[in-house]
């Protein structure tokens, strides 16, 4: 302090201001110091207290699931590599679990938790049984994808938009069919060149173009149906939901918010799809309010068919089309796999070729073209069933997590808390459940239909245990009616106006990820006007 003070040298204005601006400048240097410090601090912490907090709860989970047996690495510190194991092989170790203990569970690690797996129709037939406030597929899926943030905290309070999807929808099937029926016809045409001369046709990106638009014409009609930038949304939609999920569930929870404040895509995809709906969904609200529920010329599309099931509370613009969103999100990528599946099957396997273009061709000359005759086609749907039987979405299915400890038949007990799910691929794969089950056999769905007698038992959209592509019980698909329906009518016109071949004679690959399961995304298949 004395020194500073000295007398002899009078400050002048120039150290003064020297000395100001270090001070400045230190005090600015202190401060980005004690803010880095402190942002390390806390870091440090939050890393800690998750590192700590998720081996206590592996311990706990060790401990909790002892009884349970399982596949892949299993250690407390080992299930993490288990864990990597599982996104570059879980569907050979599900397998590997399938063929191990039949009838009854084990479990395969992911990345901090472990997922369970229940095995045989036995204990599936349990879940189906089981209540949702026991046994839940919604709030799997939720926390899969962190539906919370990615989809909209709304989704998860209330589930209208199935059955908007399950009730009304379906019901509009036969009604709505020669728009379905149109728009088909007019996307093929867009997409896929009537030459004389073979066209190379990338198979998955043009079916799914096909696909939303043809499922938008149910959904939102002409124009809106058509609109690029809109059917590129409801494309990437579920790309982004999965993405955003992913990252944001690798968060503890007490971390996710501000994961999805970095990742999430939802505002983002809900603005762009408001542009385009927000004015047509506020004019039926505006219709309804005026003219009461059932105004004239009102639109028989999935709009109407959402707010005939929604609650007043959620009758709104942001609402219904996190909706609309949500139902493109189920829909678009899983009917266009199985779409791409059935096309590979069809263009490297020209023995089919004859006998289905003759089933389409006679049921056709007899009923037209309509819903009714899209159900008489056995062959078809066999076919398709065969081809999505062979390249599923996955190697798991019927995600559901468990809010009660659930004790099964068998006697095995799953704490609360937990997720499981059944292996699908390897059901599928099971020769006990279908002879020969790694052969591709087209008509085994309609050979059976003939020779057991039976009317719809072995057709596509039934459900069966040894059948899982669209899940059981309470949560089953309620859009598979649709998509069938779909499926069927574009392998029609396939059959009835082209004829396809892939280039080299051999199916293309299938491909997994992790529990994924995926058909080559980049082969094309040859198309040409039919001969
Ligand atoms: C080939 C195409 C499709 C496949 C393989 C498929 C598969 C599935 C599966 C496995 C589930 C879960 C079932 C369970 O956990 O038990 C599901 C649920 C669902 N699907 Fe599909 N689906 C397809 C097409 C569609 C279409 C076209 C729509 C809409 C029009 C749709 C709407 C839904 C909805 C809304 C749910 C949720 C059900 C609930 O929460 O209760 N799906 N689907
Ligand atoms: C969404 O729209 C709102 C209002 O128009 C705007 O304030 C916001 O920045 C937009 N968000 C994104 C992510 O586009
Ligand atoms: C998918 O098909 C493309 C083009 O035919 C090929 O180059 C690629 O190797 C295939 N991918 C797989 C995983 O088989």
Redesign the pocket.
């Known amino acids: 302090m004395t020194t500073c003070q000295n007398p002899t040298t009078n400050g002048t204005e120039k150290p003064a201001h020297s000395t100001a601006y270090l001070t400045q400048l230190n005090i600015c240097l202190l401060y980005a110091y004690t803010m880095i410090h402190s942002l390390f601090y806390t870091l440090g912490w939050v890393l800690l207290v998750t590192v700590i907090s998720s081996i206590i709860r592996a311990w706990i989970d060790r401990w909790k699931l002892r009884a349970i047996p399982s596949v892949g690495y299993s250690g407390v510190l080992t299930s993490y590599l288990g864990a990597i194991q599982f996104s570059r092989k879980g569907h050979e170790l599900i397998q590997e679990g399938y063929e191990k203990y039949p009838g009854t569970a084990f479990k395969v690690p992911m990345l901090f938790k472990w997922l369970i797996v229940i095995n045989g129709p036995k204990m599936l037939d349990d879940i189906r049984r089981a209540g949702p406030d026991e046994v839940n597929a919604r709030k799997a899926l939720a926390e899969i994808v962190s539906s919370k943030y990615t989809m909209g905290p709304e989704i998860q309070e209330d589930y209208y938009h199935v059955a908007a999807v399950r009730s009304p929808l379906t019901k509009n099937l036969a009604t709505r069919f020669a728009d379905v029926q149109d728009e088909i016809a007019c996307a093929f045409d867009d997409f896929i060149p009537r030459t004389e001369e073979w066209t190379k046709v990338p198979a998955l990106s043009t079916a799914m173009h096909i696909i939303s638009r043809t499922s938008n014409r149910l959904f939102v009609g002409l124009p809106l149906c058509r609109n690029l930038d809109y059917l590129r949304l409801n494309e990437e939609y579920a790309k982004n939901v999965m993405d955003a999920g992913l990252k944001i569930t690798l968060f503890p929870s007490f971390l996710m918010p501000l994961a999805a404040y970095f990742f999430s895509t939802l505002q983002k995809s809900l603005n762009q799809s408001t542009s385009h709906l927000g004015s047509i969904i506020q004019d039926r609200l505006d219709k309804e309010r005026e003219y009461g529920p059932d105004w004239p010329e009102k639109p028989n599309d999935l709009i109407t068919w959402l707010l005939s099931e929604a609650p007043s509370e959620l009758k709104t613009v942001r609402d219904v089309t996190l909706r609309v969103l949500a139902v493109n999100f189920a829909a678009i990528h899983t009917t266009s796999l199985a779409f791409t599946h059935a096309l590979y099957d069809l263009a490297s396997r020209p023995s089919y070729v004859t006998a289905l273009r003759e089933e389409v061709e006679s049921v056709i000359e007899e009923d037209g073209l309509n819903k009714l005759a899209l159900g008489k086609m056995r062959k078809l749907d066999s076919f398709i069933k065969e081809s999505h039987r062979l390249g599923p979405t996955g190697a798991l299915v019927v995600d559901r997590k468990i809010l009660k400890d659930f004790t099964f038949s068998n006697g095995v007990v799953i704490p609360a808390g937990y997720a499981i799910a059944a292996a699908n691929a390897a059901t599928n794969c099971d020769d006990a459940n279908y002879p020969n089950a790694r052969e591709f056999d087209g008509f085994r769905f309609s050979k059976m239909r003939e020779s057991e007698g039976e009317g719809i038992k072995h057709q596509m959209v039934s459900p069966n245990l040894n059948y899982l592509s669209f899940g059981t019980g309470r949560y089953i698909c309620p859009g598979r009616f649709f998509a069938v329906n779909e499926l069927k009518a574009m392998l029609a016109y396939v059959l009835l106006k082209y004829d396809v071949k892939v ?2 004679g051999k199916r ?4 997994w990820f992790g529990r994924m399961s995926m058909p ?5 298949v040859m198309f040409r006007r039919r001969t």
């Open positions: 280039e080299d293309p690959k299938d491909a080559n995304l980049t082969a094309s």
